[in-house]
């Protein structure tokens, strides 16, 4: 039997430090899938969170002009800036309850489909609690071993595989009763999922973002670094 949850709260929180090559374009798609979900659910309260974090560009600025709630921060550290960004949007969607609030999770060097929003909405309205997508590289930024390469790696059904903060949603009180973002340089994403699953959370499907395929990123376990290891694997280090 089908549970019908009623979400009426929506927080996208997009993380980043020094990203005014691609902040607009994220934002660009994220602005495309706010529109469609709104057209699917009007009544929907919805907030666009972006931290800054130690940014010495003009990312805040092109975040601000396309209309997203910026919020500018010191910390530099990606687990407490995704943090800061969940309680700055629920400070912007007063009086809704936390299990009727839906936490949207991506990065400032993704692109979103259109349908990502609405997606995650409707599974939510559905009953799930945990929706789990995957982050490709962009296909223009990597040679052609190296895509081949990350292909082989990532055919796997099981959701829970690979889990990244450019592609996750989960409902609010969860992520209170989990913890909250983990104040960590790296992986803060992992740790965020694996409190939720050991609560016996089943995850959904998320549908497929875009991440940059930059092979240098803000720390050295994160997706730049993945890539890295497999365009240049260690000794020992099976990739194919």
């Known amino acids: 039997m089908t549970t019908t949850v009623s979400i009426e709260g929506l927080l996208v929180v997009v993380p980043a430090r020094d990203e005014e090559a691609l902040i607009g374009r994220c934002l660009g798609a994220i602005g495309e899938a706010v529109r469609a979900v709104r057209a699917s659910w009007p009544d929907l309260d919805l907030v666009v969170v972006r931290v800054g974090d130690r940014?010495?560009?003009?990312?805040?600025?092109?975040?601000?002009?396309?209309g997203a709630h910026v919020v500018r921060t010191d910390v530099g550290c990606v687990g407490a800036a995704r943090r800061m960004g969940v309680e700055a949007g629920i400070e912007l969607l007063p009086g809704i309850p936390a299990d009727q609030t839906w936490v949207a999770s991506t990065d400032a060097d993704t692109r979103v489909p259109s349908a990502w929003l609405d997606h995650q909405v409707s599974l939510a309205g559905q009953g799930a609690r945990l929706v789990i997508g995957r982050a490709v590289p962009d296909r223009d930024d990597l040679d052609e071993t190296t895509w081949t390469r990350w292909r082989h790696r990532h055919t796997s059904p099981d959701v829970a595989t690979h889990i990244h903060g450019a592609n996750l949603g989960f409902r609010l009180d969860d992520y209170h009763a989990a913890g909250g973002w983990s104040r960590l340089d790296e992986h803060e994403d992992r740790h965020l999922v694996d409190s939720l699953l050991a609560t016996g959370i089943s995850p959904g499907a998320g549908l497929d973002v875009v991440t940059s395929g930059?092979?240098?990123?803000?720390?050295p376990g994160g997706f730049s670094g993945y890539l890295?290891?497999?365009t240049d694997p260690p000794p020992g280090l099976e990739v194919d």
């Open 228 to 230: 890295r290891r497999i």
């Open 55 to 66: 940014c010495l560009d003009r990312t805040a600025d092109i975040a601000a002009e396309a």
């Open 214 to 219: 930059r092979l240098h990123g803000r720390v």
